[in-house]
């Protein structure tokens, strides 16, 4: 996807860390619209991506939370 957030193997294994780099990458292209050729459609969409991040991001958190809480050490 892009030097910051490497693919991985495990993602295609969790499917909210595969949506939220999707949704991400979706993002990416809106903003990009958006910013260089002045498209209100590519604003809205950008937001919406954006909106759909906030609710993964907390969704993979629990997720995370509960995996660490799992772990033995």
Known sequence: ??????????????????????????????????ETKNSKAAGVRARLNLLELYQLCKTRRKEILERKKELVY
């Not at 991985?8 to 939220?20: A, S």
């Open 1 to 34: 996807m892009g030097q910051f957030v490497p693919d991985r193997d495990f993602v295609n294994e969790i499917p909210t860390e595969k949506k939220l780099r999707q949704v991400l990458s979706d993002y990416n292209i809106n903003i990009t619209k958006f």
